[in-house]
């Protein structure tokens, strides 16, 4: 197989196209499915900055461990963690990596808006409030976007690599604030948080009294007890909604900002290609920064010429059927290097002035820093 090279670079781009386009961002979200590399892209791309010069912090909500290895930490959770920059890092530059625990940051928000450790034990306690905390998969979307306000909020670093979950969807990323205010500002939690709709006479009257159908209904599907914590969970977070539709209306004002980029790491697949395409017209319909889209694992280019069979079976221990396997192995090198070279060029075209940038396929998996700083020379071209 040839030697894998940097991949060509876009004309009018420059070497390091995509570090300055970097230098003037301070959050950098990184999108993408699942299974394309986007954790490990996030990290290099964090790490090469930071090698730069400048104070980052990546951002994962990522269970699977994968970006605290890469880094050489022992595990990663909810406080920035500092990372041991490789040598020749420039002055002033560090590194830190967390990953998102949306209950520890849920508990953090409540300490932070409730003023008396009475009451914050009490929402602590409440059964209600321990299912929604414990709840990854509810609780990611808020809890992240509330973490992005609180680092950004804090001024310690210079950017924030966000590593963000994988979607389907790309617009469920963009609209997640909006639907979060939804639900924040709708009838139903307008409802719950109205005086009279506690669990007293006054909130039962309001349901037909405790033997009322609605009551009758409810305690069967969910037990009356629950039905009682489910109204003092909502009465208690009360002030705690206020705080969370405020740091969300900024992080929506943050995603419009020319200062936060998107990036989208993508596969040289049709499927993977397309989707990347539909991100950039969502984001250039509402104005966003599209910084680029970083194709991984392209098939590195075939070389100009390649060994005939008759040349191959000339070759002491190559015999005719193992010169023709070879011979065929190296024709669909080059017919799949042939199409995710037109994939490329198509995203290209296809995205305007946004970066398209390829990083082959690796002889070695990503898993430490060394790993992260052989990704460097292609982010960089």
């Not at 993408?32 to 951002?59: F, H, P, Q, W, Y």
């Not at 992240?144 to 389907?168: H, M, N, Q, S, W």
């Not at 991984?296 to 015999?319: C, F, Y």
Request: proline content about 5%; some cysteine; overall charge negative.
């Amino acid at each position: 197989m040839s030697a894998t090279k940097p991949p060509r670079r876009r004309q009018g781009d420059g070497t390091r196209a995509l570090s300055k386009r970097l230098h003037r961002l301070d959050v950098l979200l990184v999108c993408g499915s699942g299974g394309v590399g986007k954790t490990s892209i996030a990290a290099a791309l964090a790490l090469d900055e930071a090698m730069n010069g400048r104070r980052v912090c990546v951002l994962t909500i990522d269970p699977a461990r994968r970006l605290a290895q890469a880094m050489g930490l022992d595990a990663l959770d909810d406080r920035e963690r500092e990372v041991t920059l490789p040598p020749g890092a420039a002055p002033g530059g560090s590194l830190h990596g967390l990953m998102l625990d949306p209950k520890t940051a849920l508990d953090r928000l409540v300490a932070e808006t409730v003023t008396t450790t009475e009451e914050q034990e009490r929402i602590y306690a409440n059964r209600v409030y321990q299912q929604v905390a414990s709840s990854s998969a509810g609780m990611q979307e808020y809890m992240a976007l509330a973490r992005l306000f609180e680092l950004d909020r804090g001024g310690r670093f210079d950017l924030i690599v966000v590593d963000t979950p994988p979607a389907a969807h790309a617009r469920e990323l963009l609209d997640s604030p909006q639907r979060i205010l939804r639900f924040l500002e709708g009838r139903s939690l307008r409802w719950f948080l109205k005086p009279g709709a506690r669990m007293g006479r006054v909130g039962l009257r309001a349901i037909g009294g405790s033997n009322g159908p609605i009551l009758g209904i409810l305690s069967k599907v969910t037990g009356a007890e629950m039905i009682r914590d489910t109204t003092e969970f909502f009465e208690a977070m009360q002030g705690i909604f206020g705080s969370i539709s405020d740091r969300i209306r900024v992080v929506e004002r943050m995603f419009a900002s020319p200062s936060t980029g998107f990036l989208s790491v993508t596969s040289p697949e049709r499927e993977s290609v397309d989707q990347a395409v539909t991100f950039w017209e969502l984001l250039e319909e509402r104005q966003y920064c599209y910084v680029g889209t970083v194709v991984n694992r392209v098939e590195p280019e075939a070389p100009p010429s390649m060994a005939t069979p008759d040349e191959l079976t000339g070759i002491d221990g190559i015999d005719e059927s193992l010169a023709a396997r070879i011979s065929a192995a190296q024709q669909d090198h080059a017919a799949l290097a042939g199409r995710d070279r037109s994939r490329l060029d198509e995203l290209a075209e296809a995205t305007g002035s946004a970066l398209t940038i390829s990083v082959p396929r690796l002889a070695r998996v990503v898993n430490d820093l060394d790993g992260l700083r052989a990704l460097a020379p292609y982010l960089a071209e």
